[in-house]
């Protein structure tokens, strides 16, 4: 998440920091069991949000969040998944690859307090790219901004052509089932 106060890296699991090739500190953290499938709908664009329960994160990491939250800075703030194969010991290994760009749209604290002290957890709503496509006054982008607005999400990825293929739609005829 680059959040106003800085970059925040999360790596999914449980241990200390991990610090890689670049010197960047990624700090663990815990996704919830139905993580994994609600990444992969928000990648193929079955999912008009990602929410994300993030839990096990350390106090310092918390606070810099809070902080931001309290600002009112969070909001819009970009958020990346990155995935990384690992060898056989489980170390990183080649270069990260961006899976997943979006904005966080919402983020709510919840925290929990027993003997062992406080527990919080942080859950993140991040819109993606296909939630992107209206504008805030409601209207839809045209062919040219939503290239460009695919281009800036998802530079790796080819041109994003769906504008131009719905007007040839409106004469076909949608035949289902067809026995």
């Known amino acids: ?5 800085g970059t925040i890296r999360f790596w999914d699991g449980s241990g200390g920091p991990f610090v ?19 990444i992969e709908a928000a990648i193929n664009a079955e999912a008009f949000t990602l929410s994300l329960v993030l839990s096990g994160i350390d106090v310092d990491t918390s606070n810099k969040v809070w ?5 009112g800075n969070i909001v819009g703030s970009p958020f990346r998944i990155l995935l990384q194969k690992c060898d056989d010991r489980e170390q990183p290994v080649g270069n990260p690859i961006t899976k997943f760009t ?12 027993s003997d062992t002290g406080i527990n919080s957890t942080i859950q993140v709503d991040v819109a993606n790219r296909f939630t992107l496509r209206s504008v805030t006054n409601g209207s839809v982008l045209s062919d040219v901004d939503q290239r460009a607005r695919a281009k800036v999400l ?8 769906f504008c131009e293929r719905i007007p040839g739609l409106k004469d076909r005829t949608i035949r289902w089932p067809n026995w």
């Open 102 to 113: 979006g904005t966080v749209s919402n983020l709510n604290f919840v925290d929990q307090a």
């Open 154 to 161: 998802n530079p790796a990825l080819a041109d994003d052509r």
């Open 1 to 5: 998440m680059d959040l106003p106060s």
């Open 67 to 71: 902080e931001d939250y309290q600002a």
């Open 20 to 38: 890689d090739a670049d010197g960047e500190i990624y700090r663990s953290c815990v996704l919830t069991e139905d993580a994994l499938a609600q």
